[in-house]
């Protein structure tokens, strides 16, 4: 085991006294993320690094006593993925500088740290949007933990996911000189930041989605858009409950309204009606849930643009009477109507409150995945008759979707937002966190493609066999190159080692 | 604690009450936790990481600690916290149960013992004579009724800070002429005043603000008084709120000084000057945020909007910034409480008003403290002294 002392003396030198911490106390409030499906975790080491420099210099520390970093951004994630039981865990909110906003060239540099209500608030200001918003959780989520996540979130159905709007980064290789290395167009040391590709191989991408494992991001720069100036909400529900309608409305409606589709989301039938079960003030009059709820946000920068938008999505989704206007009030007069709907940051940014956790105080095992769209109707399915046939095993009581929104992406893809939930009590955490890999094994085996891999998820990869043997060992010899002693986010991903054979976790027979 | 249990896993450890940047809410929110901004700003500093050691020490994972005090009383108790929280976890109900148990375990701070203790032997947290009270009334030409003798409509509840300081004095010596110039019959405990007890409750030490509660409370009922108003926004939330099991059998309305005499001078219509100055607000946590289901965001605005222009700083109302001085924090670490005040006076500058005004003494103060540790030509006003000089 690892001597702390001269580790923290080491850190404290570089950092000061103020910004590093061993005391129980701070290690129980680091111990864990929105994810109470995992037990806490302490800590050996907690530190706040104000610069770039200062990452490197811890990292060089660990290196020099082979002690494992994690980074951790707001704290945010779901999956285990901002916590670790022992270390050194780093936590990035103390840089959290917007460094330039370049509105003639639509870019910026921020450091990660920044919280995307942040960043936002400064470019709404201007009148530039980053187009995807970031995660849901985005008043206390960073910009370099959505990067590591590769999360998406409002705007993604136009804008795509965050990397895609990631022109580079700044980061600190995990290798005993704490390399500092800038991606992008920020590689060509003459460039501005404007652009991703051109300069290397894209770089960038090592860091996108890595979950920690590839390099600290302490810096990104970000493509910026023109935000527009006007934003609707409309919603259509369903007359059947028919997710082979689904499908084809999402690719007509991608086909025909585009670039003024914002946003897409879709409510599950069953997820309306617990809504309107929950309602505080329900209408005298119940309403008929027939089908999914369509939630459109709609954009344009004229009027009279965002007028044809709303007339052909009113069109395509009254056609031969698939569906009919809905309004949210019909399930909760506490709801605003759609004309009353103004854009705002708290609508994006609470929308999955809701959802997180249905009902507060459970365990929320998230299993959000894509999907091409095609499939939409047999992934439903597939996840349904994968709850039923394990309802016993599941947690007592818990409440499994196949999805509890669904997300369109741009093409020709969707998100199941989905998962479980269970009671927040250690007799049911084991059960809960088998239940959950199970459950990810069986979408990993019919092509669901999931992002903020976190432990949790990026493990039952693993174990669901989708990798190669030739994948893994490149994957490890990248992570070698970076990361020589194995320090950084060691557990995600089943990797404790390079010599370890990670097909010793593959699960072969579920069942 | 224990009985605040479950309501504990409510906490999902979102991080909002961080800071929530939202540029597009009305009022605009431009972060969260004031001394999570002051501090080294590890998780303990803020909401969420005290709620996680509330959970760890509820599951026996985590034992109280001097060290832990120390980190966790670097809190005004504002409940900004509260206010960014999806899930409508009132946070300071469990930082008041911690505090309590810490004091309980003997690890509560040194430097609140004696103010504490003061409170419960001499009727004020500031180790003063409390017959020092009544000092204030000889700047009165009028007599006020003592209402621990003479029947009166009203209660004016001066508060501590407010009765004994003498840089303050003008609080509650304008809100006597007010009462006087509008013909309220009002009555003033004076030297037999006892201390709220809003500072035991807010630093955890139960036995010294029930003590005054229940003193509170006899003297309340032996006076008959039917509303009580006070001019401190400290006071206020006291009254209304933690003692509302004390004194719910007495009938007894707790208004705000400003709420009641706003009432009055639109029932009566009356003329306010205009002095052509140029003003600033300054929401009290305790009449905003603390203050239950009815804050006092616009009657004093109303009000200042007639008497002066009032130019709103960038954080107002539910999402105004903590003036720092709150939950012992002037008493525990007057350098943060410091701090957080000139942030807030940097905030009121950039109004480019001449005044600062608020409706709380123990804001005044620190606020007041800090315009002068910044040479800031800002002049540190109560609205009660503006409405003197304003009623004609």
């Known amino acids: 085991m690892t001597n702390i002392k001269p580790v923290y003396r080491e850190i404290e030198n570089i950092i000061g006294s103020d910004y590093v911490t061993d005391k129980d106390f701070m290690k129980a409030a680091y111990a864990r993320n929105v994810d109470p499906a995992f037990p806490d975790r302490w800590a050996d080491i907690i530190v706040r690094p104000s610069s770039a420099s200062e990452v490197s210099d811890i990292v060089k520390i660990a290196n020099k006593y082979k002690i494992s970093i994690v980074p951790r951004g707001g704290g945010a994630d779901l999956v285990g993925g901002a916590a670790t039981e022992g270390g050194i865990l780093i936590d990035l909110t103390r840089m959290n500088n917007i460094i330039n906003i370049n509105e003639t060239d639509f870019y910026c540099e921020v450091e990660c740290g920044i919280t995307w209500g942040a960043l936002l608030s400064q470019l709404y200001s201007k009148d530039l949007t980053t187009g995807v918003l970031g995660p849901g959780s985005g008043f206390s989520a960073t910009i370099g933990g959505a990067l590591s996540n590769s999360t998406a979130g409002f705007g993604s159905t136009k804008y795509g996911l965050v990397p895609d709007i990631c022109l580079g980064v700044e980061a600190i290789l995990p290798d005993p000189k704490g390399t500092i290395i800038k991606t992008g167009a920020a590689a060509n040391k003459y460039a501005k930041p404007f652009c991703r590709y051109g300069v290397a191989p894209d770089f960038t991408g090592l860091f996108m989605g890595d979950v920690g494992t590839m390099g600290i991001k302490t810096k990104a720069y970000l493509r910026l858009f023109p935000n527009s100036p006007y934003k609707v909400q409309r919603n259509y529900i369903l007359n059947k409950d028919n997710y082979e309608t689904v499908f084809k409305l999402m690719h007509i409606l991608q086909k025909e309204i585009k670039d003024g589709l914002h946003d897409l989301y879709i409510n599950p039938r069953v997820v309306v009606q617990l809504l309107a079960s929950q309602a505080e003030r329900k209408p005298p009059k119940r309403a008929k849930i027939s089908g999914p709820v369509f939630m459109f946000i709609l954009e344009a920068f004229e009027e009279r643009i965002l007028d044809v938008y709303i007339e052909q999505v009113h069109k395509i989704m009254t056609k031969n009477n698939i569906a009919r206007t809905f309004e949210w009030q019909e399930i909760d007069l506490n709801l605003e109507l759609a004309k009353d709907w103004n854009f705002n940051f708290k609508f994006p940014y609470s929308y999955f409150n809701q959802f997180v956790t249905l009902a507060p105080g459970k365990i929320s095992c998230t299993t959000c995945h894509k999907i091409p769209i095609s499939v939409i109707d047999d992934k439903k399915k597939s996840n349904t008759n994968f709850d039923n046939e394990n309802r016993a095993n599941f947690p007592a009581q818990s409440f499994s979707l196949f999805a509890r929104s669904i997300h369109l992406l741009p093409n020709g893809h969707c998100i199941f937002a989905g998962g479980f939930n269970a009671e927040n009590i250690d007799e049911q955490r084991e059960t809960a966190m088998n239940m959950w890999h199970k459950k990810l094994h069986h979408q990993v085996k019919y092509g669901g493609v999931h992002y903020w891999l976190g432990e949790a998820i990026s493990q039952s990869i693993v174990e669901a066999d989708a990798y190669t043997p030739e994948f893994i060992q490149f994957f490890k010899d990248i992570k070698k190159i970076v990361d020589p002693n194995f320090l950084l986010s060691p557990n995600k991903f089943h990797m404790y080692s390079y010599e370890d054979d990670i097909s010793k976790y593959i699960i072969k027979d579920e069942n | ?392």
């Not at chain 2, 504002?78 to 109900?93: F, L, R």
């Not at chain 2, 017959?131 to 009166?152: G, I, M, R, T, Y």
């Not at chain 2, 409480?337 to 480019?352: D, F, N, P, V, Y």
Request: charged share 25%; net charge negative; proline share 3%.
């Open chain 2, 1 to 392: 604690m224990s009985k605040l249990g479950n309501d504990l896993l409510q906490c999902i450890a979102c991080g909002d009450c961080r800071e929530a940047t939202d540029f597009t809410s009305d009022p605009q929110k431009w972060g969260v936790c004031v001394a999570r901004d002051h501090t080294p700003g590890f998780e303990p500093y803020f909401g969420r990481g005290k709620m996680q050691i509330i959970r760890s020490l509820w599951q026996g994972k985590l034992e109280l600690s001097k060290d832990m005090a120390e980190v966790l009383y670097q809190c005004p108790t504002c409940n900004a916290c509260a206010e960014a929280c999806a899930y409508d976890i009132d946070n300071v109900t469990f930082y008041e149960a911690l505090r309590a148990e810490l004091i309980d375990a003997d690890c509560g701070l040194e430097a609140h013992i004696p103010m504490n203790k003061a409170m419960m032997e001499l009727l004020n947290p500031y180790e003063r004579d409390n017959k020092q009270k009544k000092e204030w009334f000889q700047k009165l030409d009028f007599k006020v009724k003592d209402a621990s003798s003479e029947k009166a409509e009203t209660l004016y509840f001066v508060g501590c800070t407010a009765a004994l300081t003498p840089d303050i004095n003008p609080i509650a010596i304008s809100t006597a002429k007010v009462l006087d110039k509008l013909g309220i019959d009002f009555s003033v405990f004076g030297e037999h005043e006892i201390c709220c007890g809003s500072v035991g409750k807010r630093t955890g030490n139960l036995e010294a603000f029930n003590s005054v509660a229940i003193r509170n409370y006899e003297l309340f009922k032996k006076s008959g008084v039917n509303t009580i108003i006070t001019s401190c926004a400290g006071c206020y939330r006291t009254l209304k709120i933690d003692y509302a099991d004390f004194i719910e059998d007495l009938g007894i309305i707790v208004l705000h000084t400003i709420e009641y005499i706003k009432k009055i001078l639109y029932e009566k219509n009356i003329d306010l000057k205009n002095f052509g100055i140029t003003v600033t607000y300054h929401d009290p946590c305790h009449t905003g945020r603390n203050s239950g289901l009815t804050p006092l965001y616009d009657e004093p605005r109303e009000i200042l909007k007639k008497i002066a222009t009032l130019v709103e700083m960038q954080t107002i109302k539910e999402n105004a910034k903590c003036c720092g001085a709150g939950g012992g924090v002037k008493k525990g670490f007057p350098e943060l409480a410091l701090e957080i005040a000139k942030s807030r006076i940097i905030e009121a500058q950039e109004t480019g008003a001449e005044y600062l005004v608020s409706i709380c003494p123990f804001c005044y103060r620190n606020l007041s403290d800090a315009i002068k540790a910044l040479n800031s030509n800002l002049k540190m006003v109560d609205l009660m002294e503006l409405l003197n000089q304003a009623l004609v």
